[in-house]
């Protein structure tokens, strides 16, 4: 990517201008000299914002696998290209060569493709963090099925209705996982949530936990002996640069996740490159992103990023606290981890240890460190900065979404350094805009407002699997001409955003998107429940954590209460998963309402968060009295 490095501030500069200034030829000239093409495209960009339509590299065929593995294996066919750390730290590291991942990735897509799986298929992924996991997903790739990886923390009934939604045939899981000291046994619940998708008449088991599970007769079936009669070549299939290559759920504003699709080649070339120039990385450095590939982060930047640069990805099974907290540093010590890159609730929970878990380790091959997920406090910032940086390493805060499948604002090291709490700069083709309370952009560069992009970058999502009229509404109808990003952001005199959070239903609890709809509907579930809400406030750790008001439909003694409140959790945690549990229950007497009947969210979360000085002006309300019956019952809590 000679031409293309972002190395100093002249560099970035002139890219950006040029990439404004000139879009189709810096994408074409980028992705004709860095990436493997089987034939080329017509057009470079193809878009319309109401539609909208977006098409990059239209008519240009590829398979992203050759660019991940082929394309490496003749010059850096013995390199690392996958370090697994298991979960236990006295199990053994694994080192999956390229070579090794080719054969790995083409014995699965054999198997996949005896199972009579083909181009364009969806498949349901419900792996935890095992190679398994990674060559699942490049197995999909290569023969063009579309992978739908579903976080192996979601519950059986938020899984179902992720492989109901794009109607896979199939779902690729294992006995079970490790997660510290416990052990979770996700075949239960895949078995838990077919019940209700008659669709599905395969299901490919790995083993990891050796546990007990029942197998169903001509459903089920163990992984590992496929893959070993399997061949070890397989055809990359030839894919339409817009053909789908992912479908990745993300929470809404309803109850039904949106499957947000990706597709090829755009997402191929905006990965590699934000990935090779955000994280600095080098040919001999050793890379770890701490997220899950159930998520974007994990796709983007523990999969496909860093194989399309021939890197060495570390995918560690485990949790930051197990067996203790220096766990990660421990990690960053054994394998000399060069780059790393985790979410602010990590780095928080972390920092609350104290530095006794950091000191016994050496730090020192850290060159880059990065944060993604919410938005970054100072003390987290510093924290990060001096222990685990040791003030030598410049912080990537890099804010981006599963819509975007890449990085759209970030400091990118040795151009520009980041500043806390500040996501700083826009990256090469990215044209950010804020715009005012009446929808209009606003052209002064101190300002802000609602967070859009004027401009497609070419890794934006394409389309809601099999809505694409939820995809314009939620991304598109709020500022026409522009995409809307739902979240709200300030800039400052030198044009550096600073991202201040959702301004939607969304709420952002240990870097996971929760929307509200969702839980309030598993609440409204409870027979007892007349009505609920559920808004965010600030946690120490969790950056939100989940405040629901809820309406019985008839009183309870307060000693039932706590049931009541257990029960509501429980069902939280079966519909959605734990993640999504309340840290906090009023029960009220009602919830305040416009006269049009919206549930004021705006004033439950300053009760929720203890700021009830300025409630502005309530008395348009239909039933102002609950909001001070509200008030007091917090107070005398
Ligand atoms: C938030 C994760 C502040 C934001 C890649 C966004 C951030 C949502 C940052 C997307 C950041 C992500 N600073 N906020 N650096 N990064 N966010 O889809 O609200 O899981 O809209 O993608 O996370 O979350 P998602």
Redesign the pocket.
């Known amino acids: 990517m000679a031409d293309f490095e972002l190395t100093n501030r002249s560099k970035y500069n002139q890219n950006y201008k040029t990439s404004i200034a000139n879009p189709e030829a810096f994408w074409g000239e980028l992705a004709e000299t860095n990436f493997l093409w089987k034939s080329k495209w017509n057009k470079v960009l193809e878009f319309d914002f109401l539609s909208p339509k977006i098409e990059w590299f239209k008519g240009a065929t590829l398979n992203i696998t050759e660019n991940c593995i082929d394309r490496h294996l003749k010059q850096n066919g013995h390199k690392t290209a996958i370090i697994f750390e298991p979960n236990d730290p006295n199990q053994e590291s694994e080192f999956i060569s390229y070579i090794e991942l080719h054969h790995r990735v083409n014995r699965f897509a054999n198997v996949l493709k005896s199972k009579g799986v083909l181009k364009g298929d969806r498949v349901c992924i419900y792996l935890p963090m095992i190679p398994e996991l990674a060559i699942a997903v490049l197995a999909c790739a290569r023969i063009g099925a579309i992978h739908s990886v579903v976080f192996a923390g979601f519950s059986a009934t938020a899984l179902a209705t992720r492989i109901k939604d794009c109607d896979c045939k199939i779902v690729l899981t294992s006995d079970g996982s490790f997660r510290g000291a416990k052990t979770i046994n996700l075949k239960a619940i895949v078995d838990e949530a077919l019940v209700d998708c008659p669709n599905v008449s395969t299901v490919l088991v790995a083993q990891r936990i050796h546990s007990e599970i029942t197998m169903k007769t001509n459903r089920d079936e163990w992984l590992q002996p496929l893959l070993d009669q399997a061949s070890e070549s397989c055809e990359a299939v030839a894919m339409d640069a817009e053909d789908p290559l992912f479908i990745l759920y993300?929470s809404g504003s309803t109850g039904q996740p949106k499957g947000m699709v990706h597709t090829t080649a755009g997402y191929m070339v905006y990965t590699a490159y934000t990935f090779k120039t955000i994280f600095q990385y080098q040919p001999n450095d050793v890379y770890w992103c701490t997220a899950d590939i159930g998520?974007?982060?994990g796709h983007?930047y523990i999969v496909y990023g860093p194989l399309l640069n021939g890197a060495t990805t570390l995918m560690f099974e485990g949790v930051p606290s197990y067996p203790d907290y220096g766990r990660f540093w421990d990690i960053v010590q054994k394998f000399k981890v060069n780059q790393f890159y985790t979410a602010?609730t990590a780095i928080r929970a972390l920092a609350k240890q104290g530095e006794a878990f950091l000191k016994p380790y050496d730090l020192s091959s850290l060159k880059v460190i990065g944060?993604?997920?919410?938005?970054?406090n100072e003390e987290a910032w510093h924290w990060y900065n001096t222990h685990v940086g040791q003030q030598q390493c410049p912080i990537v805060?890099?804010?981006?979404?599963?819509?975007?499948g890449g990085?759209l604002?970030?400091p990118i090291p040795h151009c520009f350094s980041g500043k806390p709490t500040y996501?700083t700069l826009p990256f090469v083709g990215i044209q950010p805009a804020l715009m005012d309370d009446n929808g209009n952009e606003i052209s002064d560069t101190k300002a802000e407002g609602r967070l859009c992009i004027k401009f497609p970058w070419p890794s934006i999502a394409r389309t809601i699997w099999g809505n694409h009229e939820r995809y314009k509404n939620t991304y598109f109808s709020a500022f026409e001409g522009y995409y809307f990003?739902?979240?709200g952001a300030k800039r400052d005199e030198n044009g550096h955003y600073r991202?201040?959070?959702?301004v939607d239903d969304?709420i952002?609890v240990s870097?996971?998107?929760l929307g509200t709809a969702p839980i309030e509907d598993a609440i409204n579930e409870h027979k007892q429940v007349a009505e609920s809400a559920i808004v965010g406030y600030p946690h120490d750790i969790k950056g939100n954590a989940l405040y629901g008001f809820i309406t019985l439909k008839k009183a309870v003694s307060s000693e039932n209460h706590e049931n009541v409140k257990k029960e509501i959790n429980a069902l939280i945690s079966s519909k959605i998963g734990p993640i999504a549990t309340l840290d906090n229950i009023q029960f009220t007497t009602g919830l305040p309402k416009t006269r049009s009947g919206k549930i004021m969210r705006r004033i439950l979360r300053k009760i929720a968060g203890n700021d009830t000085s300025n409630l502005g002006d309530i008395s348009t309300l239909l039933n102002p009295e609950v909001v001070q019956s509200i008030i007091n019952q917090t107070q005398t809590k």
Do not use: F, L
Not at 371 to 376: H, K, R, Y
Not at 397 to 404: F, I, L, M, P, R
Not at 499 to 502: L, Q, Y
């Open positions: 993300t998520w974007i982060t983007s602010p944060t993604v997920g919410e938005p970054i805060d890099t804010w981006w979404q599963t819509e975007t990085i604002i970030s996501a990003s739902g979240d991202i201040t959070g959702r969304v952002i870097g996971h998107n």
